[in-house]
């Protein structure tokens, strides 16, 4: 499905380059949900972006399928079946949660077709379905608005940059079900979420640990979070997580 | 009535006319007025000296539509119109106008509207107006509308008026004197593109106690066009009064945007919002990742912004 390899990402840092990614190898099949994790600033997001090409890589080359996917513009590679939920969804004026489900899907789906959607991330889809997609709505409204149009695009591998971040614990605990759902329904798809939170890493297949722009650990959930207990500052984001500090 | 087929185009894009609309109506083209109805409620009659309508609707009626279209075709046509609208005590209507130009010629064309609303107290209208313009000649379409809204006690003002196309260059001035516990609502939309002008200038008095203004003017300023955006709120009561103008800047676009607020007693309050920037890099990432185009994602952030 996805094969990353000796991918780098720098950044002009004050004068200095700074290694954000540094030569990652990884293979992520269809049909399993991995989850990145690893401290702050170990370079997780800054992968996600680098997958759905919303930023370029300073070396290295991204598989898509058995396609190079490297030099493709972020519309190339949505159309080829990659989603993106962003950390921090973004807002619009004038733009209506139909109108931007139906951009999702990608075809004018019915008010009732879009509000199935909402309703699988627990919103009241009546509610929302002619709401502005701007300040008006919470964290949280806006974080699970995000998460039904990525589900809306049917995409073969979805990318989630940390959900938990900026939501109430209730809709973290909502998350968690659909997540659980997707996993259900997952077939030949792929789900990959960045995330430090000990529910999300328990729902997956298969955990990779980054630290420092590297892969430190990688490999099935329940070989990894007993390794990741009492180590790096991992484990201090998992127990951060449990207090509800996410 | 017999329309040709600009007529009906025109007809259908600022007043969204299609036949003969329910309701009252006027529908001028070309300096004549086609066709007129006056119902029970609503009378329609022509001005006795120069060129305009009298629009009278009677107190307390009741959900009826009023159509004044204005339609032009003819290149190089100018023309000047007063329409004066006396609304009724407790009456509730909309009032649909707009002037469509399309100017196929080399001459320019141009209309220079004044409206005046005289609203009656407790009266509610709801008052839309579109303006277009179409045609490849080299001659201008000009349009200068001139809006006066004189309000009663507790009456009630939505304007929803809207240039998105065509129109080379434009002073829209609108003048409102509120009275106490009335209210006005206006949503201006702007865009403008080519090098294409547009001015728009608002001043509301807030007279009276209780008064309140609610004005919001979105553009948009494409290619080499530029936009000035004059809104001023005068408080000379305890009264409410907020504006905002929030403006995309594209290409060579110019956006100049002059707020102000003027207090003329201690319990006035007065607000003023201005944004100006280009369309954000990350709402253009956003529907890229949903399969947009770069373009595409630009054309869908100004739909919904000038929604």
């Known amino acids: ?246 | 009535m017999d329309l040709n087929n600009i007529q009906k185009y025109l007809l259908k894009e600022i007043a969204d006319m299609e036949g003969t609309p329910d309701g009252a109506y006027n529908i001028r083209s070309d300096s004549c007025a086609i066709d007129r109805k006056s119902t029970e409620n609503v009378e329609i009659t022509s001005k006795e000296i120069g060129s305009g309508l009298d629009i009278k609707i009677k107190p307390n009626t009741k959900g009826e539509t009023v159509y004044i279209p204005v339609v032009i075709s003819k290149s190089g046509l100018k023309e000047e119109v007063l329409n004066d609208f006396f609304v009724g005590e407790g009456a509730d209507v909309t009032i649909v106008a707009g002037c469509g130009i399309d100017n196929c010629g080399n001459d320019d064309s141009e209309h220079d509207g004044i409206h005046r609303f005289f609203v009656g107290k407790n009266a509610k209208i709801r008052y839309v107006e579109k303006h277009y313009g179409s045609g490849d000649g080299k001659g201008k379409r000009i349009l200068n509308p001139v809006t006066e809204v004189y309000m009663e006690e507790d009456s009630y003002v939505e304007m929803e008026m809207v240039q998105i196309k065509g129109v080379d260059d434009t002073t829209r001035t609108t003048v409102a004197d509120l009275k106490a516990g009335s209210r006005l609502v206006v949503r201006e939309r702007l865009m403008t593109h080519g090098d294409q002008k547009a001015f728009s200038v608002y001043t509301v008095n807030l007279n009276g106690e209780g008064a309140g203004a609610d004005i919001v003017s979105r553009g948009v300023a494409r290619d080499d066009s530029y936009q000035k955006l004059d809104l001023k709120i005068v408080g000379n009561a305890a009264c409410t009064g907020h504006t905002e103008c929030d403006s995309i800047i594209m290409d060579n676009g110019k956006i100049l945007a002059v707020p102000a607020l003027e207090a003329n007693d201690v319990d006035a309050s007065l607000v003023h919002e201005a944004a100006i920037g280009k369309i954000a890099g990350e709402q253009l990432i956003k529907l890229m990742t949903l399969g947009l185009t770069e373009a595409e994602a630009e054309e869908q952030i100004i739909n919904g912004f000038l929604r």
């Open chain 1, 1 to 246: 499905m996805l094969k990353i390899q000796d991918l780098s990402f720098r950044v002009d840092n004050d004068g200095q380059d700074k290694e954000i990614i540094q030569n990652i190898n990884l293979e992520i099949p269809a049909g399993k949900l991995f989850v990145i994790t690893g401290p702050n600033g170990g370079g997780k997001s800054t992968l996600a972006k680098l997958i759905a090409g919303i930023e370029k890589p300073t070396s290295g080359k991204i598989i898509f399928n058995g396609e190079d996917i490297t030099e493709k513009s972020i519309t190339e590679r949505a159309r080829m079946g990659i989603a993106f939920a962003f950390q921090q969804p973004v807002k619009f004026k004038g733009i209506r949660v139909l109108d931007l489900i139906r951009l999702a899907a990608g075809k004018k789906l019915t008010v009732t077709e879009a509000c199935v959607y909402l309703s699988s991330v627990g919103l009241c889809a009546r509610e929302y379905i002619d709401r502005e997609v701007n300040s008006s709505l919470s964290g949280g409204e806006l974080k699970r608005i995000e998460i039904a149009t990525v589900l809306a695009r049917q995409s073969l591998l979805t990318v989630f940059d940390e959900p938990e971040a900026g939501i109430d614990l209730w809709s973290f605990g909502n998350l968690i079900e659909v997540f659980r759902q997707q996993r259900e329904e997952i077939k030949d798809k792929t789900i990959l979420i960045i995330s430090h939170q000990e529910r999300i890493l328990n729902i997956a297949d298969e955990i990779v640990v980054l630290d420092s722009g590297f892969v430190r650990t990688q490999g099935r959930k329940d070989i990894v979070i007993p390794s990741l207990i009492g180590t790096s500052s991992a484990v201090k984001e998992c127990r951060g997580a449990q207090k509800g500090e996410c």
